[in-house]
């Protein structure tokens, strides 16, 4: 008869204790699970939810857990913070239904960041904010840089014709000016003849896209990547395009590597406040000097770094300066980008940008205009590319 592994006359020294810790942990554990249990039901009862995933409301944390995210080109989108995607009162009283807010379109939380914002009254003639501008992005030197080169002429204003038109029908109280936004002076990944790291366009270019404007009652913005060049040497070739009335500019702080030793594309750029005052009052003294209409002045932004000092730019009643979201990604990256960078630090206007390609990968689909309209504040000029 084969005897136990441990007798009661043969206890291994500390069993006692450690039978009594053992059943410590059972009763422990029971306690645990009835109180869980009871206050799971309580819950319940108050009609309680499950935490959405951080930064999102209930029905974005679906999306988020699975589709996998798409960065624009930039640094990690900051962590978000409470009011960036919420779920707000729908009424002071008690007992009535919350409304949940996507990132960016929260009224409290632009209204805490200093939406709307206080600018000079506009002079007449001025575009904003009386209309919309709807944009198309590129060059017609590459078929890759956006849809303005991507498709022939002819084709790519037709395209631009019914973007325009799905504006026109989503706000039709607000009037849609279509524009071309051209990139005048390409960021280059090799110094060139210069030295400088970019290439401006000739005027013959220039002078093409601006009859392709005219030909289909768009307004012509410049858009400037100014490479290891300052944009207080680069703007002034173009002042001869920019008498023009229809003419408005572009400045684009991702390729902004002046006193760097970093090639565009492989490190994203800045611009300061300093900057783009520069450009500003650039553009100012041609208003003046010419007797023009207002000028708009589009900043692309999709990283805090890329703009220093938003809270010192200058406003100027000759200038409406449009703070651009120029990240690429899947919708909820897009209106966290909006929200980080572009609600969170209010200049004047805002600005959204579409990715035909880069947006949809993956299968996300492109946001709708409706959708942009959601957005607080509004979007003013809306880029395609």
């Excluded at 857990?65 to 779920?87: C, F, K, L, M």
Aim: one cysteine or more; hydrophobic letters at 40%.
């Amino acid at each position: 008869m084969s005897s136990p592994i441990f007798s009661r006359e043969k206890e291994p020294a500390g069993w006692p204790f450690l039978r009594c810790f053992l059943v410590f942990l059972l009763v422990a554990g029971c306690a645990a699970f009835l109180l869980a249990t009871v206050s799971t039901v309580m819950e319940a009862g108050k009609g309680a939810m499950p935490s959405p995933v951080p930064g999102h409301p209930p029905a974005v944390a679906a999306v988020a857990a699975t589709t996998p995210e798409i960065p624009p080109a930039s640094e990690p989108a900051s962590a978000p913070e409470t009011g960036s995607a919420t779920v707000a009162d729908a009424e002071p009283h008690a007992g009535l239904a919350k409304k949940a807010y996507l990132a960016g379109e929260d009224p409290a939380f632009a209204a805490k960041h200093g939406w709307p914002v206080a600018y000079p009254a506009p002079l007449d003639g001025a575009i904003l904010p009386g209309k919309r501008i709807v944009a198309y992005y590129g060059n017609p030197r590459s078929t890759r840089m956006g849809v303005l080169g991507e498709y022939p002429k002819d084709e790519m204003l037709e395209r631009l014709r019914r973007e325009v038109e799905n504006w026109r029908e989503a706000d039709p109280e607000h009037e849609v000016q279509p524009a071309l936004h051209l990139v005048a002076v390409v960021a280059q990944g090799t110094p060139g003849a210069s030295k400088k790291y970019r290439l401006p366009m000739p005027d013959e270019l220039i002078r093409e896209v601006h009859g392709w404007a005219r030909e289909a009652g768009a307004l012509l913005f410049i858009d400037i990547q100014t490479g290891h060049d300052d944009i207080r040497t680069l703007l002034p070739r173009f002042a001869w395009i920019l008498e023009n009335p229809d003419v408005h500019l572009g400045i684009d702080p991702e390729f902004n590597l002046v006193g760097s030793d970093k090639v565009p594309g492989t490190k994203i750029g800045s611009f300061d406040a300093e900057d783009i005052n520069y450009a500003s009052a650039y553009l100012r003294d041609i208003v003046r000097e010419r007797g023009l209409p207002p000028k708009v002045l589009v900043v692309h932004r999709f990283t805090r770094r890329m703009v220093t000092g938003a809270d010192k730019i200058e406003l100027r009643p000759e200038v409406a300066v449009v703070m651009n979201m120029d990240g690429w990604g899947a919708p909820f990256l897009k209106r966290d980008t909006y929200r980080d960078y572009i609600v969170r630090e209010p200049v004047q206007f805002t600005g959204f940008k579409l990715f035909y390609h880069n947006d949809t990968k993956g299968g996300h689909p492109l946001l709708t205009p409706s959708q942009i309209l959601r957005l607080i504040p509004t979007p003013l000029y809306i880029q395609y590319q």
